[in-house]
């Protein structure tokens, strides 16, 4: 069945950086893009980018661009999540997550979530 | 940025009872490129409805999804205990895919 087992939490400084992993399983990873959401504590869902893991290709909100780095790794079928020059705004939980199937870009299979927390 | 504004915030019902959630959104979405997840606290959102009406493998079939151009609807028929949760909506017609603030449903 499909898995994806993301990396666990992370607590990082003001102004440093952290790096997501996310890995897949029972699936053919390179077929199918992924997206990265976070969720902030209390907050509603934030779609950050999507990779596709074929080729490299990537598209990131505009609001995160810059700061925002999303890799694949077929060799490992691992896909990565690297943000930068973090603030207390980028507190949240983040999730990688699986377009469900080749008809459409929605994803349906999702990571356990991965707790990120920036505080000095 | 195509922004998507559901309603209501918040709404009360018991179980039983049919829910009809409202997703807005700020301009005509391409091909009903428009998905629906329900999240429960402290899981990972669940894909529910994708291509506004197509219900995702294992949803029951009181779930279902309708609307097309800029306003979508997910209807619960018949509320199960399990179903209070937060409802999102989400476009994939151009970049950012943003989702909408949330519908709490919660038990009356």
């Known amino acids: 069945q499909v898995q994806l087992v993301q990396s666990g939490v992370e607590l990082k400084k003001p102004g440093a950086s952290v790096k997501v992993s996310c890995k897949a399983s029972g699936y053919p990873f390179p077929i199918y893009g992924l997206h990265w959401v976070r969720q902030a504590p209390g907050q509603g869902l934030e779609w950050m980018g999507w990779?596709?893991?074929?080729?490299?290709?990537?598209i990131y909100t505009q609001k995160l661009q810059g700061r925002l780095t999303m890799t694949a790794d077929t060799s490992t079928s691992t896909a990565y999540m690297e943000l930068r020059s973090l603030t207390s705004d980028d507190t949240a939980v983040y999730y990688c997550?699986?377009?469900?199937?080749?008809?459409?870009?929605?994803?349906?299979?999702w990571g356990q979530g991965t707790l990120v927390t920036v505080s000095s | 940025e195509i922004v998507l504004t559901q309603s209501p915030g918040t709404m009360s019902l018991s179980p039983g009872e049919r829910a009809t959630l409202s997703c807005r959104a700020s301009q005509s979405l391409t091909s009903n490129y428009l998905a629906w997840y329900q999240q429960k606290p402290g899981q990972a959102p669940r894909l529910l409805i994708y291509?506004?009406?197509i219900r995702a493998t294992g949803i029951p079939d009181r779930f279902s999804g309708s609307g097309s151009g800029a306003d979508f609807t997910l209807t619960i028929t018949s509320l199960e205990p399990e179903d209070f949760a937060v409802y999102y909506c989400q476009h994939f017609t151009t970049s950012p895919y943003t989702f909408g603030q949330g519908t709490k449903l919660e038990i009356k």
């Open positions: 990779i596709s893991p074929s080729n490299g290709h990537t």
């Open positions: 997550a699986r377009v469900v199937n080749s008809l459409t870009t929605a994803p349906g299979y």
């Open positions: 291509g506004a009406s």
